[in-house]
C-alpha cells in the first residue's frame, strides 16, 4: 500500500505540462489499497477487480479506460525521479516512427536495472552461449536485457523496452491489441514490442526520463518461481513467433549457456571462505534453476 501510495505521489509531484488521468487498477489486494487510493487520491479512477487475474490481465483492465493519446504502463513500485512522462510523451510528438518509448530504470542505490533489449531469438541465444557480450561489451551485440552505462545520455532505437514504465501511441493499442493474456508474467511488453514493430513501428529508450524500480516485489530478486515464470515466458515468445523447433534449440543454448556458468559457480563456492558461501550458494542455486526451466518450461499452479 506503501509502495502504490509513493508512485502516485511522484506522478503528481513530478508531471508538469502535460493533461493526464491516473487510472489504478486494484487486484483484489487485502491491504487496503483501494481505500488509500480512494482517500488519498481521489481524481484517480480505481478499477477494482473481484479477483486477482494476473499483471497481464490487470495492465489491460487499466488500458481499456485510457483516453489519452498516449497511455503509460507504471509498475506500483516505481517512482518518477524527473517529469519523466512529458519527456516520453514529447519524444513520441517528435519521432512520428515510434510506436513505443521507456525511460531508465534505477534501482533504489541509484544502479542502473535492465531498461530494454533485444527480443529472444537464436541468435541471440548464440551470443549468450558463446559469453560475447561479456567478451565483447561495447559491441552492441543482441542482449536479453540491458542496464544502460553510466554514458548513456543520447535515445537509441531498441528491440523492447521493460513494461515496468512504458509509454504507447493510443492508436496501436487500437490497433494490435493489448498485452497477450498467455503471458501470466514477464515479456508481455517483449511481446507487444514484437507485434508493435511489425506495424512499421520502432521503440526507443530515452535516457532522460528517469524512474526508480525496486522491482521483484512478487517474486523475489532472482528466486526459483521468478526464474521458472521468465523462462517460461520466453519459450512461449519463442514459439509465437518461430515454432516449437526453433524454441527448443534457442532453450538449449540458454541451458548450456547457464551450465556453465553452474560448473564456475559451484567451483567458486568449493573454494570460498564461510562468509562467502551463503551468495555463492544462492548464485549456484539460480544457475541451477535456469538451466532447470530452460529445458523445462512451465508456469507454477499457484501463478494467478
Not at 483484489?28 to 480512494?38: F, I, L, N, P
Request: net charge positive.
Amino acid at each position: 500500500m506503501a509502495v502504490l501510495g509513493n508512485c502516485l505521489q511522484s506522478v503528481i509531484a513530478m508531471t508538469s505540462g502535460l493533461a493526464y488521468e491516473i487510472i489504478v487498477v486494484d487486484d483484489a489486494s487485502t491491504d487496503e489499497s483501494a481505500a488509500m487510493v480512494r482517500a488519498r487520491f481521489p481524481g484517480a479512477r480505481l478499477v477494482e477487480r473481484p479477483v486477482n487475474g494476473g499483471f497481464v490481465r490487470a495492465n489491460n483492465d487499466g488500458v481499456v479506460h485510457a483516453k489519452g493519446k498516449y497511455v503509460l504502463l507504471l509498475n506500483s513500485d516505481t517512482v518518477l525521479l524527473n517529469n519523466a512522462l512529458k519527456i516520453l510523451a514529447a519524444f513520441l510528438d517528435g519521432h512520428a516512427d515510434v510506436g513505443i518509448c521507456g525511460g531508465w530504470l534505477t534501482d533504489a542505490d541509484g544502479k542502473s536495472q535492465v531498461s530494454f533489449g533485444s527480443f529472444p531469438s537464436l541468435h541471440q541465444a548464440c551470443v549468450d552461449a558463446l559469453f560475447l557480450n561479456d567478451l565483447l561489451p561495447s559491441c552492441n551485440l543482441p542482449n536479453r536485457g540491458v542496464r544502460p552505462g553510466s554514458g548513456a545520455r543520447a535515445p537509441r532505437t531498441v528491440g523492447y523496452v521493460t513494461g515496468a514504465a512504458l509509454m504507447c501511441r493510443r492508436e496501436l493499442i487500437d490497433r494490435v491489441g493489448l498485452f497477450d493474456e498467455r503471458f501470466r508474467a514477464y515479456c508481455e511488453e517483449v511481446d507487444f514490442c514484437r507485434r508493435v514493430l511489425k506495424e512499421g513501428y520502432s521503440a526507443a529508450f530515452v535516457p532522460s526520463a528517469r524512474i526508480l524500480h525496486y522491482g521483484g516485489a512478487s517474486y523475489g530478486r532472482l528466486g526459483r518461481k521468478k526464474i521458472q515464470i521468465q523462462y517460461t515466458s520466453y519459450n512461449l515468445f519463442l514459439t509465437k513467433y518461430h515454432g516449437k523447433a526453433y524454441a527448443f534449440l534457442t532453450r538449449a543454448l540458454y541451458a548450456f549457456h547457464y551450465t556453465v556458468k553452474l560448473v564456475v559457480r559451484t567451483v567458486r563456492f568449493v573454494l570460498s571462505s564461510r562468509t562467502l558461501r551463503a551468495s555463492r550458494s544462492q548464485a549456484m542455486l539460480e544457475a541451477w534453476y535456469t538451466v532447470l526451466y530452460s529445458l523445462k518450461p512451465g508456469y507454477p499452479s499457484d501463478l494467478a
